[in-house]
Each structure stands twice: as structure tokens, then as C-alpha cells.
């Protein structure tokens, strides 16, 4: 900010000036040293939560900011899309959803700091990595190594971006909010695999970008070999064991996953909040200074930007803020209450040397204190299994088993990891941490007045059926089966690979009535079959393996047959050594029992054909959906394979987050508006696969730990953010692949619909505290028991003790009110049954209604 300064200092107008500066989040020079960042001279201790622009809208941005602000968020984090910003060699796109810069300064006008990782290999589940296709597709390029092409265009983009943030004076030098930002990623893992070529790469990346000259520091994620002065940084599900390679370099967490992705076709993978706190106050014990959730607001993979082959377009995350931008509960409301229990602790952590003391085999304490009698201590459990009490400067603590007590005192525990609800600092009470249930409530899909001329009151779906096979003029005809990804370049997800072949009336399967077998051999990611223009077999790989191979019966006639391939990719892989050239498509097409045995069709002459008519014509837009005939008809078609589908729609009712509700549709594509809602796909994940009733929280979390939602599909609704809807007329365009029902499409309403807290008698002044959205009220108490509930907020139940007034107690206190608190004590309450066991315990659940 040094310019701005002298003006400002030297003309009297430095309290403006000051102001200006605290409004506008501004920062100074960065620098570090082992124990922390140094921002405008102050050591700073800072959480940071990645919200990736392109993953929610602009519309959002502000809300998602302040809801991290809420949580105890210091710093926003993101990845700069290379491919979402440089869409041919040179040519630039920084409009809406990327516009990088508008979402820099709304984290500055929130006041808060930012980290941008450009990378701008980023990997992120994210469309091939960030990277640009077109530039594998410039001949010699090798991605990641030391390669001149590659070093070329990544040097290009580097210093296009680092202009751009130095032009709007973005950087924390020159008064802006960038503390930190990021060179390649996660480079660490794959660098052996490149050899010398890689070594040099890794060097040559941190040179060119300390030599970009932002004034703050570089990092690099995951990197050994990281040269000064950039500094190496840890991602994973625990860094609290992790030290930067350069001992003068501070130890900053920029990956810590407080969830998982989730792919077409496989369970769901779930976190809980109790191990995220865990990991988080193990990490500020051991010495850490900069904490980055990946994500915290995961969002949404719109259009065709999921990565894959098979990522979902919901990127949750099971992040502290769902997809939709609502708190997700309970694990925002813990981390919060865990920031501010760490920020108690501040200065002691960032000015005195920790000392750790032994509280027993798997228990310890490290004190930070300072000469002046001040004093904060940590106390953590890593026994997996057993809850201990342990006695610390003579007093004693209960630590659950896998569990951080944070004391800023030494002596009051403010927080506790495993604990539902803990003393609040200054006044003692105990809060708790409050759960929500969400709904998705669904809501018909309404006409729109404008839409139909003739009828108002009921939908209206027009109707574009693509023809089987090639349209319009081929791209290529070869008498191989090429790759997929080398013919479309990623045009399109689509690619149809069309051959004929003729069937003698001699064969004796049309004679016996048998149907020959079509064996196919891909690459991934899936297939449709269509003999005869008729969709005969559908065929994909998964999530665990991406090439499958399928065997099924077909239909063929006597004369020539028409062979349709349309071959599918879901999404490009993100990582991996030379992940650029991981091949997709048909590798082998057979036919057997016919008369001369089987016949083998990979040689044959294919003709190619990249993408849909209705993509190339683009009819899901307001200017190309006049290019071809819609047929309006009363009967809409379903379980019909490539059929468009369109109709008008007013928007849902009210200002919830809205989800489009695919249950009977098959897979395909949608549009609001002309914007790319992304690709849906409601597919099953396996009934026997490893799902849990109940997460144990305890012990070393692994995305296939705690699994929820087998047998069910992965993802049932796609976010349409309310911003993208008009007062009425929204254009709803539906791709559909296989076959589907569009009538049984809805909106689906995001809604907390009620909250859940609970509270155990084993502190003076338990309190359980509801609170509805804004503008709702508890509506009913659905659920209340005072003695030894069990379950979590929506499937509590009442357990041997209960106290039968529960009920009516919690009613008194809260009905028809938007908030409410009932301390927990047995003068309230009495307990019935046998409550001999353990301390009792208040759980609610209520309905909150507008
Ligand atoms: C950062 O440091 C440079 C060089 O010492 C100085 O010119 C500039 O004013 C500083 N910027 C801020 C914002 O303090
Ligand atoms: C305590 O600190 C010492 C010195 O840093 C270290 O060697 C020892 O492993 C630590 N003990 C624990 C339990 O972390
Ligand atoms: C703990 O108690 C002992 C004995 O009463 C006393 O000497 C010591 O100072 C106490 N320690 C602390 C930290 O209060
Ligand atoms: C993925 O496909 C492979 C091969 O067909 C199969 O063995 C595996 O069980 C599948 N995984 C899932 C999660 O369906
Ligand atoms: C794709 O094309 C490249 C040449 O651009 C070739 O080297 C590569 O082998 C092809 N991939 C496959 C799987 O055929």
C-alpha cells in the first residue's frame, strides 16, 4: 500500500485513511518465520476456508464470504481454473462465475485476507487438472515436467494472472487482501515419476514465481524439494505430525479435508465434525499457524467443469457450508466455536515456545506461557478407544477418547473436540452446538403464463428427438477405433462411432430365433448401443475402474445394420504422473454367433462424429433455440433415449436454495436459462456395499470410514442457483441420453425444517439452546427427552430413562417462538425408569415453520 500511505499520511488525513484501510481489508508486506506469518509486522494465526469461485455464482459470493466470517474465518482460499480462464491459446474469459478479480475484492470488502493457489496445475477434481485441452494438443507438450511448451504457456498464465491481481492492487504489498499464493500443486507425489525432467520442473516453477516479484510469499502443497523462499506446505486429513522441510519455515495446513467428493454410482462418504475439530486443535498444538479447510463451501461443478471420469456435479464436500450455502450443521457450528477457542489463545501461541508434558500413554498436555504469568495449554487424547480423566496442574479433565480440551487459562476448558456442548468463557453457560434437519422440499414444476398460448395451467414439454448416429457432415472416417478424448478434445462429452454391417439371410441365428452377442471393450467412461437406430445395451465404467467391458444379446436383421456407438466421457481425470494422456473410448467391438464365427468389428471403417446437434446448435440457449423444431405434444415421450426436452417455468415459490429433482430421469444434461446446470445422472450405488448405521468419530478418519446412502442414488438433485431464474419464462432444457420421465421432474426447496440440540446435566448450568432460520418459528416440539436419549438430531430415541413431561416442559419455553434456551436441571425436569447409568441428559428436536 506504500503509495497510498505517503499521500494519505501527509495530508493530515491518516484516520480516514486508517479506516479506509480496516473497511477495505487491506494487509501489508508478508514475510515469515518459523513459528508464523508476519503480515505489516504482526505474527499472524489464521483459519482459512477455500470457497472456489466458479463453484457458486456471483449472486452468492457475499453471502458465502460472511457466512465463513460467522464461522471464525480469517482467510478466504482458491484455486485459479486455468482451463475456465484461457479457453483457446490467448483468448481470455473473466466473465460471471470467473470473474476472478469481482471475487477477490468481495473477500477484501469483507475484510478479510485471501490466498490464491493459481497452481495453475490445480487438480481439484476438476476437469483435467485446470489444464487447458487444447494444450496437450499442441504438438511436444508433456504437462508437468521440464518441457518447453508446457513451462511456456504455464509462465504465460502465471504472469497473465499475477498482472492482473498487481493491476487492481490486490496483492497484501500493495494494499490488497493476498497473503499468500500457490505455484503447481501437490507436486510432491508425482515428481519421482518425471525423473531429472521433474526435479527441474519443481525448481524452475518456484524460481518463476518468485520471480513474479507480488512481494508475499509462495507456497507449494505437498512439494519436499521446495527451494527458498517458498515455503512447503501439508494437505491431508491430520498435519499435526508434519514439518516443513527448512526448519525456518512456519507449518501451514493448506489442504485440511473436512469431508470428501462423492462419485457417480458410490456411497456417500461422511466426516464428522467431532474428528475435524480433533485434527484442527491437534494441528494449533503442535505448532501450527495457518489452517485451510479444502473445502468450506465445496459447491457445485456446473456444466461439464466436473473432473473425473464419474465426479458428481455436487461438490458438498460435506464441507461446514453445504453446496446450497447453508451452515451445514453441526460441523459449522463445532468449527466455530473451535476458532474461538483457538483465537482465546493467540498471542501466548504466537509469542511463547511450547512444553509438552506426559499426562499418560496416550495423553498429553503442551503449554504455551509467557514470562508475564500468562498461560494456554492443550490437552489431547489419541487413545482411540478410551475416555481418561487426567489431572493437570492439580486439577482434573475429562478428555473423551480421541479428543483436545483448549484451556486459555490453564485451568477453564472453553472446548472440548469430542464434546456436544462445553462452558462458555465469560459467563459459564454451556452452549451447545446446535443440529439442523434439512429437506428438500419439492414443489411441481409451474407453468409459466408466457409459455403456452393456449393452456396455462398445465406444463407444456416440447420435444427434439437427435437422430442415432452421424448428423450433418462426419468429422472422420478411419478403420480403427481412435480415442475418444484425441477426436473430441473435449468438445463435448459425446462422440458417436458409427460402422453398417450386413447380415446374410443364411445365418442361422434369424432361423433358430437366438440374438448374437455384442462385446464391447472401452476405456471408459460409458456407452449407449444403438443397432437400427433402437438403444439396445447401455454400459459404463465406475468410480474404482474406468475401462469395463460388456457382453449382451443383440438384435440384428437380415440386410445391412446400422451400428451406433454413442461413446460418453464423465469428466477428464485431474491427477495423476501424465495423467493427460489416460486414453478413453472403444478399443474393441465383436459380434458373436454368427455363422463363420465371430465377427470382430474394430477395424471396420468408423465414421466419427463429435457431439449432438442440439449441443452443436446449442438450443438450450435463447438465441439457437429456434434452430430446430420443438414438437409440442400433450403426450410427452418418456423412457425415450436422445430426446431434448423444453418447457417454460416460473420460478419455485419463496427464496430457499433450489435443487432440480432428477429421481426418473436417466443421465444426461440440463439448462436454466441458457445456464449449464451440469450433468445428472441419478445413479445407484451398490446395496451391498460398506455403508454404516452410526459414525464412530473416533480414530484415523479415511473416506471410506464412515459411508451412508448405499443402494440409493449418489446425487437425486442438481443445484439451480436463484439468481439464474427470471420473475417467469425460464427456458428449462433437459438433454436426456437414455430415457426418462420429465414429468416426474420438481423443483426441490433447500429447507431447514427444524433443529436439534441436547445437553447433559454434567455442568452446573446446562442450557440447550434452539434456534429457527430467520422469519420461521418452532412449530412443534417433536421430539424432547430428559434422561438417556440416544440417536443423532433426526432419529433421537428415547432411552430406559425418560422423564414423560419432557414434552410439555420444552413446550412451554419455546413454542411459537423463534428461539429459545432450557437450562437443563432436575428441578425442571424429573426422570422416570432407570436412570441409575451416567449423567442424564436433555435432547430436543423441533419443527421450525414459517
Ligand atoms: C512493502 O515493502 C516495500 C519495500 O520495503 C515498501 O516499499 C512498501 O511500502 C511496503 N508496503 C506496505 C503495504 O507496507
Ligand atoms: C516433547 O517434545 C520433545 C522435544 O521437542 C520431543 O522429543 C518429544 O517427542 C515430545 N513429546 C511428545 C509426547 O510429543
Ligand atoms: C499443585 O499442588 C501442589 C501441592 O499442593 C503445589 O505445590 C503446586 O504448586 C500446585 N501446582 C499448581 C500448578 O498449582
Ligand atoms: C466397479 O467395477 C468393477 C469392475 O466391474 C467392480 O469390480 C467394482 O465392484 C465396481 N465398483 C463399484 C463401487 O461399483
Ligand atoms: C492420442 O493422440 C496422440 C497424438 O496426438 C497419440 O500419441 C496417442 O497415442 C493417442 N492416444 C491414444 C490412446 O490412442
Given at each position: 500500500m506504500g503509495k497510498l500511505f505517503f499521500f494519505y499520511s501527509s495530508s493530515c488525513c491518516l484516520l480516514f485513511f486508517l479506516l479506509l484501510c480496516f473497511e477495505l481489508g487491506s494487509a501489508g508486506n508478508v514475510t515469515y518465520d518459523?513459528r508464523s506469518l508476519i503480515v505489516d509486522g504482526q505474527r499472524k494465526l489464521l483459519i482459512s476456508a477455500?470457497i472456489?469461485y466458479?463453484?457458486?455464482?456471483p449472486?452468492?459470493w457475499p453471502g458465502l464470504v460472511q457466512t465463513a466470517k460467522e464461522g471464525g474465518v480469517d482467510v478466504i482460499e482458491t ?20 470473474d476472478l478479480v469481482k471475487f477477490v475484492k468481495t473477500v477484501q470488502q469483507a475484510g478479510m485476507y485471501c490466498i490464491l ?45 499475477v498482472d492482473l491481481m498487481k493491476k487492481e492492487k490486490l496483492f497484501a504489498s500493495q494494499g490488497g487482501p493476498i497473503i499468500l499464493s ?30 513474479q516479484n507480488t512481494g508475499v510469499p509462495w507456497i ?30 512456519p507449518?501451514i ?36 499457524t495457518v489452517n485451510n479447510?479444502?473445502?468450506y ?39 466455530k466455536?473451535?476458532h474461538r477457542a483457538i483465537k482465546l489463545c493467540e498471542n501466548l501461541l504466537l509469542t511463547s ?17 509467557d514470562?508475564s504469568?500468562g ?33 486459555p ?16 468463557m465469560q ?424
Amino acid at each position: 500500500m506504500g503509495k497510498l500511505f505517503f499521500f494519505y499520511s501527509s495530508s493530515c488525513c491518516l484516520l480516514f485513511f486508517l479506516l479506509l484501510c480496516f473497511e477495505l481489508g487491506s494487509a501489508g508486506n508478508v514475510t515469515y518465520d518459523a513459528r508464523s506469518l508476519i503480515v505489516d509486522g504482526q505474527r499472524k494465526l489464521l483459519i482459512s476456508a477455500s470457497i472456489h469461485y466458479p463453484r457458486s455464482v456471483p449472486a452468492m459470493w457475499p453471502g458465502l464470504v460472511q457466512t465463513a466470517k460467522e464461522g471464525g474465518v480469517d482467510v478466504i482460499e482458491t484455486y485459479v481454473f486455468w482451463n475456465g480462464h484461457e479457453i483457446a491459446p490467448s483468448v481470455y474469459n473473466f466473465e460471471g462465475r470467473f470473474d476472478l478479480v469481482k471475487f477477490v475484492k468481495t473477500v477484501q470488502q469483507a475484510g478479510m485476507y485471501c490466498i490464491l493457489r493459481i497452481g495453475p496445475f490445480v487438480a481439484a477434481e476438476w476437469n483435467y487438472g485446470g489444464v487447458p485441452v487444447w494444450l496437450h494438443y499442441i504438438p511436444g507438450t508433456v504437462f508437468r515436467t521440464d518441457n518447453e511448451n508446457f513451462k511456456f504457456y504455464m509462465q504465460r498464465f502465471m504472469t497473465y494472472i499475477v498482472d492482473l491481481m498487481k493491476k487492481e492492487k490486490l496483492f497484501a504489498s500493495q494494499g490488497g487482501p493476498i497473503i499468500l499464493s500457490q505455484v503447481e500443486n501437490e507436486y510432491g507425489y508425482y515428481e519421482q515419476g518425471y525423473g531429472e525432467g521433474g526435479k527441474r520442473y519443481a525448481q524452475w516453477a518456484a524460481k518463476m514465481a518468485v520471480a513474479q516479484n507480488t512481494g508475499v510469499p509462495w507456497i507449494m502443497c505437498q512439494q519436499y524439494d521446495a527451494p527458498d523462499p517458498v515455503i512447503d506446505t501439508c494437505n491431508g486429513f491430520y498435519c499435526d505430525t508434519f514439518k516443513p522441510t527448512a526448519p525456518h519455515r512456519p507449518k501451514i495446513w493448506t489442504e485440511n479435508w473436512p469431508g470428501w467428493f462423492q462419485l457417480f454410482g458410490a456411497p456417500n462418504p461422511h466426516r464428522p465434525a467431532e474428528d475435524v475439530a480433533f485434527a484442527v486443535a491437534r494441528f494449533f498444538q503442535k505448532g501450527g499457524t495457518v489452517n485451510n479447510y479444502y473445502m468450506y463451501h465445496g459447491g457445485t461443478n456446473f456444466g461439464r467443469t466436473a473432473g473425473g471420469p464419474f465426479i458428481t456435479t455436487s461438490y458438498d464436500y460435506e464441507a461446514p457450508i453445504d453446496e446450497y450455502g447453508l451452515p451445514n450443521l453441526p460441523k459449522w457450528g463445532h468449527l466455530k466455536e473451535l476458532h474461538r477457542a483457538i483465537k482465546l489463545c493467540e498471542n501466548l501461541l504466537l509469542t511463547s515456545n511450547p512444553v509438552n508434558i506426559s499426562l499418560g500413554h496416550s495423553q498429553e498436555a503442551d503449554v504455551y506461557a509467557d514470562a508475564s504469568g500468562g498461560c494456554a495449554a492443550f490437552l489431547a487424547n489419541t487413545d482411540d478407544k478410551n475416555d481418561v480423566t487426567v489431572t493437570f496442574r492439580n486439577a482434573s479433565y475429562h478428555l473423551p477418547a480421541w479428543s483436545v480440551s483448549i484451556l486459555p487459562d490453564c485451568k477453564t476448558e472453553v472446548y472440548n473436540s469430542a464434546k456436544v456442548h462445553r462452558p462458555d468463557m465469560q459467563n459459564f453457560e454451556q452452549v451447545t452446538s446446535q443440529a439442523s434437519v434439512i429437506k428438500m422440499v419439492p414443489e411441481d414444476l409451474k407453468p409459466s403464463v408466457q409459455s403456452s398460448k393456449k393452456d396455462s395451467k398445465s406444463l407444456n414439454w416440447e420435444v427434439f428427438v437427435e437422430k442415432a448416429g452421424i448428423w450433418g457432415e462426419a468429422d472422420l472416417v478411419k478403420s480403427s477405433l481412435e480415442d475418444h478424448v484425441n477426436v473430441t478434445k473435449d468438445a463435448s462429452d459425446y462422440l458417436w462411432y458409427t460402422t453398417s454391417i450386413t447380415v446374410s439371410e443364411d445365418e442361422l441365428f434369424l432361423k433358430q430365433g437366438r440374438s448374437p452377442v455384442l462385446m464391447i471393450d472401452s476405456k471408459g467412461h460409458a456407452v449407449h448401443v444403438f443397432v437400427n437406430g433402437q438403444l439396445q445395451v447401455s454400459a459404463s465404467g465406475n468410480g474404482t475402474v474406468f475401462p469395463f467391458k460388456y457382453k449382451k444379446p443383440i438384435t440384428l436383421k437380415a440386410g445391412k445394420n446400422e451400428i451406433s456407438l454413442l461413446g460418453i466421457t464423465v469428466g477428464l481425470p485431474t491427477a495423476g504422473p501424465r495423467y493427460e494422456w489416460i486414453p478413453a473410448g472403444l478399443t474393441s467391438v465383436v459380434i458373436k454367433g454368427l455363422n463363420n464365427g465371430p465377427l470382430d468389428l474394430s477395424k471396420n471403417t468408423w465414421t466419427y462424429k463429435i457431439g449432438l446437434e442440439g449441443e452443436k446448435l446449442a438450443i438450450y440457449t435463447q438465441g439457437g433455440m429456434n434452430r430446430v423444431n420443438w414438437v409440442a405434444t400433450a403426450n410427452v415421450p418418456k423412457m425415450q433415449p436422445l430426446t431434448w426436452y423444453k418447457t417454460f417455468v416460473d420460478p419455485p415459490t419463496g427464496d430457499e436454495p433450489v435443487g432440480l429433482d432428477m429421481l426418473y430421469m436417466g443421465k444426461g444434461l440440463a439448462w436454466l436459462n441458457g445456464e449449464e446446470i451440469g450433468r445428472y445422472w441419478p445413479r445407484k450405488s451398490p446395496k451391498n456395499g460398506k455403508c454404516v448405521e452410526q459414525c464412530d468419530y473416533r480414530g484415523k478418519f479415511m473416506p471410506d470410514k464412515c459411508l451412508t446412502g448405499c443402494g440409493k442414488p449418489t446425487q437425486r438433485w442438481y443445484h439451480v442457483p436463484r439468481s439464474w431464474f427470471k420473475p417467469s419464462g425460464n427456458t428449462l432444457v433437459i438433454f436426456e441420453e437414455r430415457g426418462g420421465d420429465p414429468t416426474k421432474i420438481k423443483f426441490s426447496k433447500r429447507r431447514t425444517s427444524g433443529v436439534c440440540a441436547s445437553a447433559s446435566e454434567d455442568y452446573p448450568s446446562a442450557t440447550v439452546h434452539l434456534k429457527c432460520p430467520e422469519d420461521t418459528h418452532i412449530s412443534k416440539v417433536k421430539f424432547a427427552s430428559f434422561g438417556t436419549p440416544r440417536g443423532a438430531c433426526g432419529s433421537y430415541q428415547m432411552g430406559d430413562c425418560h422423564d414423560p413431561n419432557s414434552v410439555s416442559a420444552v413446550e412451554k419455553e419455546c413454542a411459537k417462538r423463534n428461539e429459545c434456551k432450557i437450562q437443563v436441571s432436575a428441578q425442571k425436569f424429573s426422570s422416570k425408569g432407570n436412570c441409575a447409568a451416567g449423567k442424564r441428559k436433555l435432547a430436543v428436536e423441533v419443527i421450525c415453520s414459517s
